[in-house]
């Protein structure tokens, strides 16, 4: 768990001065906040898995359906991030190529309550319950909260910009790891801990932790195979993440690129490996970033390498025998 800029703990052993406290606080970045379970960023494209779940569940789309994209949808003048079309796509390829356009739709057909309610069954908008103090809820869009802060009525563009994680929705980093292991995971949803045991000096355990099963993803074995297999794509020749294709073992993963109204995209990346019997889950969240794919896929990428490092080729002796 990282969260950055950090600070010196050694500062506070004999009592912070008072400049470096000031140079603390002065610090628009705030250091002394642990960004994985306090920062709260939209989801971006990260939130079309809850998206596309919702859909497929409720029967508003179909794995084999193929939806044209033009470049922008038909209701809204809206589209992909930089006009691309990708013509006729179904819901594989469409999560491979994090296409706006198709989730636009998506949103627009199970509309803004149900998309509501699976993001919730998904974790989101309430804490995950790890055993660290400040923890933020993050929020989920809806119309109820768009009244409640800004007194203004709910628009089909808004539901759009809901569907790929934009709008009023928020998630820390934290969340988007918990969500991700439950896909992983073939569904079931784990309490987050930090550690796995306690143990005293001469090495005796006081206390272990075993994994702690707290609910389940609220979709079907078929729907959990066909995002396992979207997101393993994404990874792909193809996919926003092809850089992870030539790794050791097979990534699955999502990028995320999440418009920021006080500066720079953020930029995003959840991925899991080995993807076939997956181990190993990383988040990342880059505060203005810029797209995922380049600023926070590297870093995964980097994490998976050291993880998972290249299988050191054989040496074979040739000396022929005397």
Same mark, same amino acid.
């Given at each position: 768990?990282v969260?950055?800029?950090?600070?010196?703990?050694?500062?506070?052993?004999?009592?912070?001065?008072?400049?470096?406290?000031?140079?603390?606080?002065?610090?628009?970045?705030?250091?002394?906040?642990?960004?994985?379970?306090?920062?709260?960023?939209?989801?971006?494209?990260?939130?079309?898995?809850?998206?596309?779940?919702?859909?497929l569940?409720?029967?508003?789309?179909?794995?084999?359906?193929?939806?044209?994209?033009?470049?922008?949808?038909?209701?809204?003048?809206?589209?992909?991030?930089?006009?691309?079309?990708?013509g006729?796509?179904?819901f594989?390829?469409?999560?491979?190529?994090?296409?706006?356009?198709?989730?636009?739709?998506?949103?627009?057909?199970?509309?803004?309550?149900?998309?509501?309610?699976?993001?919730?069954?998904?974790?989101?908008?309430?804490?995950?319950?790890?055993?660290?103090?400040?923890?933020?809820e993050?929020?989920? @869009?809806?119309?109820?909260?768009?009244m409640?802060?800004f007194?203004?009525?709910w628009?089909?563009?808004?539901?759009?910009?809901?569907?790929i994680? !934009?709008?009023?929705?928020?998630?820390?980093?934290?969340?988007?790891?918990?969500?991700?292991?439950?896909v992983?995971?073939?569904?079931d949803?784990y309490?987050?801990?930090?550690?796995?045991?306690?143990?005293?000096?001469?090495?005796?355990?006081v206390?272990?932790?075993?994994?702690?099963?707290?609910?389940?993803?609220?979709?079907?074995?078929e729907?959990?195979?066909?995002l396992?297999s @979207?997101?393993?794509?994404? @990874?792909?020749?193809?996919?926003?993440?092809? !850089?992870?294709?030539?790794?050791?073992?097979?990534? @699955?993963?999502?990028?995320?690129?999440?418009?920021n109204?006080?500066?720079?995209?953020?930029?995003?990346?959840?991925?899991?490996?080995?993807?076939?019997?997956?181990?190993l889950?990383?988040?990342?969240?880059?505060? !203005?970033?810029?797209?995922?794919?380049?600023?926070?896929?590297?870093?995964v990428q980097?994490?998976?390498e050291?993880?998972?490092?290249?299988?050191?080729?054989?040496?074979?002796?040739?000396?022929?025998?005397?």
């Amino acid at each position: 768990m990282v969260s950055r800029p950090g600070f010196n703990p050694n500062l506070f052993v004999n009592g912070i001065s008072s400049k470096d406290w000031q140079t603390i606080n002065d610090n628009p970045f705030d250091p002394m906040s642990n960004k994985v379970i306090s920062g709260e960023y939209p989801p971006g494209s990260t939130f079309k898995i809850v998206t596309g779940s919702a859909a497929l569940e409720t029967g508003k789309v179909t794995p084999q359906e193929m939806i044209f994209d033009s470049g922008k949808h038909w209701l809204i003048p809206m589209g992909n991030s930089e006009g691309e079309a990708l013509g006729w796509i179904n819901f594989h390829k469409a999560l491979a190529a994090s296409d706006n356009v198709y989730f636009y739709e998506m949103g627009n057909r199970v509309g803004i309550d149900v998309l509501k309610k699976y993001a919730a069954l998904f974790g989101f908008g309430k804490t995950t319950g790890i055993d660290l103090f400040g923890e933020n809820e993050g929020i989920i @869009a809806s119309p109820d909260y768009k009244m409640k802060v800004f007194d203004e009525d709910w628009y089909l563009g808004d539901t759009f910009n809901a569907a790929i994680g !934009q709008g009023f929705n928020l998630a820390t980093p934290i969340q988007l790891a918990v969500m991700l292991s439950a896909v992983a995971n073939n569904g079931d949803i784990y309490k987050p801990h930090l550690v796995d045991k306690i143990v005293n000096d001469d090495g005796s355990v006081v206390k272990e932790i075993k994994p702690e099963k707290i609910g389940r993803l609220p979709v079907s074995a078929e729907t959990l195979e066909l995002l396992q297999s @979207a997101l393993k794509a994404v @990874a792909q020749e193809g996919g926003t993440a092809a !850089q992870m294709a030539n790794l050791s073992v097979p990534v @699955a993963g999502k990028t995320g690129t999440a418009e920021n109204p006080h500066g720079k995209d953020h930029g995003l990346f959840v991925g899991y490996a080995p993807a076939d019997n997956p181990n190993l889950v990383v988040v990342a969240v880059i505060d !203005q970033g810029g797209f995922g794919s380049v600023s926070a896929a590297p870093i995964v990428q980097r994490i998976f390498e050291y993880v998972f490092p290249p299988k050191q080729p054989a040496i074979v002796n040739t000396q022929k025998k005397q």
